[in-house]
């Protein structure tokens, strides 16, 4: 069995920074990738960022230059540092795994169970 384990959310005013973090435990080969989606009430869940193993980054356009996503492969574990943040990224920040429990396969996405980040006016 997998869990993926988020911390880090909170409350902070606009202009601020927080860092969140999502380590995953269990039987694991390989993640890949490992990232971040958000929801915000009333919408859909949508693209933060996301990170292979190898380092390649996928960012949705809006999160580039604020947002930075990191991974710590040895802990099976992923940060977003995220800056100069503005009351619109208020959401439920979930994360994301693509996990190998073997080498052969098969995969399986995986959810962490949310943090919420609100920002303050």
């Known amino acids: 069995q997998v869990q993926l384990v988020e911390s880090g959310g909170g409350l902070v005013q606009a202009g601020g920074s927080l860092r969140l973090s999502c380590a995953a435990s269990?039987?694991?080969?390989?993640?890949?990738?490992m990232g971040w989606y958000r929801q915000a009430p009333g919408k859909q869940r949508e693209l933060v960022a996301t990170?292979?193993?190898?380092?390649?980054?996928d960012y949705a356009d809006s999160k580039k230059g604020r947002f930075t996503i990191s991974r710590d492969n040895a802990k099976n574990t992923v940060y977003l540092q995220m800056n100069s943040l503005k009351p619109e990224d208020t959401a439920v920040y979930y994360c994301?795994?693509?996990?190998?429990?073997?080498?052969?396969?098969?995969?399986?996405?995986?959810w962490g169970q949310g943090t919420q980040v609100t920002v303050s006016s």
């Open positions: 990170m292979t193993s190898g380092g390649s980054t």
């Open positions: 994301n795994a693509r996990i190998w429990p073997t080498k052969w396969g098969p995969e399986y996405d995986y």
């Open positions: 269990g039987s694991i080969f390989s993640i890949n990738p």
